[in-house]
Nanobody, 122 residues
């Protein structure tokens, strides 16, 4: 059984930076796609960024250039560096993973963390 454990998050002023990390434990060696979704109050969950084992990255248009996703395959960890944060980035951020990239991006990620709150406010 695979578990995803997130760390990071918190409160930051507009223009600031935060880093989110997620570690996969258990039988996680076959995980292909890892990344982040987010859900703001009253809104649907949306993709933030995804990275596969080969390093290919996918970003939501709203975070391109500002956010960077990276991964350590040996440690089964994924990190999201968030720069130039805006109030509209405020949401609960969920680490997610799937055995395929298609599953992660299209049909719905198979595994989810518990989420971590990111609040961007002055």
């Amino acid at each position: 059984q695979v578990h995803l454990v997130e760390s990071g998050g918190g409160v930051v002023q507009p223009g600031g930076s935060l880093r989110l990390s997620c570690a996969a434990s258990g039988s996680s060696g076959a995980i292909y796609a890892m990344g982040w979704y987010r859900q703001a109050p009253g809104k649907q969950r949306e993709l933030v960024a995804c990275i596969n084992r080969d390093g290919r990255q996918t970003y939501a248009d709203s975070v391109k250039v500002r956010f960077t996703i990276s991964r350590d395959n040996a440690k089964n960890t994924v990190t999201l560096q968030m720069n130039s944060l805006k109030p509209e980035d405020t949401a609960v951020y969920y680490c997610a993973s799937d055995w395929t990239e298609y599953g992660f991006l299209v049909t719905g990620a198979e595994l989810w963390g518990q989420g971590t709150q990111v609040t961007v406010s002055s």
